[in-house]
């Protein structure tokens, strides 16, 4: 079944390049119920299947899961962390753990559900002792994240982190200078802010979690939510 999903989205992937290539970006009488085309959800999904299955760099050789990310496939809001820690790891689930804990709670206090908004990392495999990925890392599974962003099409992304922002942004600029102001990245909203592992480890600091929600309440106002 995992084999045939990733035949099927490789089928879809040469026939929408072919189009391209022949200048062709909309093709007339193309439905979500024209026989044998394949939903956003399924397209989304066979996505997931081939990242769990990803061989392409040594990572592959140390994780116990591939985390490909989870949510609404045609969410207006998507965030993006680095890369999967040992319990998403453990779980092959994005963000659990307290940090988790602390964005879905961030999530919930946007008037967003988990379910409703599509949240990933830029990398899909943990790194050894959650060290940043290295580039070499990024380059070659940052396709997925790019293909993710077509099909989803989100409004906003928040980029959760230096390593995220940096992807993004193209910058060596640190997340403090970055946080607070909308950026571009092609025709979406990226909106910095700082990873809630990093809330977690400085709880004490009252001051970053306003910092936070400063910069969420911003989303809202874009997204219609405030």
């Known amino acids: 079944m995992k084999e045939k999903a990733k035949r099927i989205l490789e089928?879809?992937?040469d026939n929408l390049?072919?189009?391209r290539e022949l200048g062709i970006e909309y093709i007339p009488g193309a439905t979500s119920q024209s026989s044998g085309e394949l939903s956003k959800e399924e397209i989304l999904s066979s996505l997931e299947q081939e990242i769990k299955q990803c061989q392409k760099c040594?990572?592959?050789q140390l994780r116990?899961?591939?985390v490909p990310g989870e949510g609404h496939p045609s969410a207006d809001l998507m965030f993006v962390g680095e890369g999967p820690g040992r319990e998403e790891d453990l779980q092959g689930k994005p963000?659990?753990?307290?940090?988790?804990?602390?964005l879905t709670k961030i999530i919930k206090a946007m008037k967003f559900t988990w379910e409703s908004v599509y949240i990933t990392n830029v990398i899909k495999c943990r790194?050894?002792?959650n060290r940043n990925p290295r580039s070499s890392e990024i380059e070659?599974?940052?396709g997925y994240l790019f293909k993710q962003i077509e099909l989803i099409s989100p409004k906003v992304i928040v980029t959760l982190g230096n390593v995220p922002t940096?992807?993004?942004l193209n910058t060596n600029a640190g997340i403090t200078s970055l946080r607070g102001r909308f950026h571009a990245y092609k025709s979406i909203r990226i909106m910095p802010t700082f990873h809630p592992s990093y809330l977690v480890r400085n709880e004490e600091d009252r001051s970053l979690k306003k910092m936070v929600w400063m910069d969420m309440q911003k989303v809202m106002a874009v997204l219609g939510k405030k």
Do not use: M, S, T, W
């Open 140 to 142: 070659v599974c940052k």
């Open 95 to 102: 963000f659990v753990g307290r940090a988790g804990e602390l």
């Open 166 to 168: 940096r992807f993004f």
């Open 11 to 13: 089928q879809i992937e």
């Open 17 to 19: 390049d072919y189009f």
């Open 64 to 66: 116990k899961n591939a």
């Open 127 to 129: 790194p050894p002792e």
């Open 58 to 60: 040594p990572l592959a």
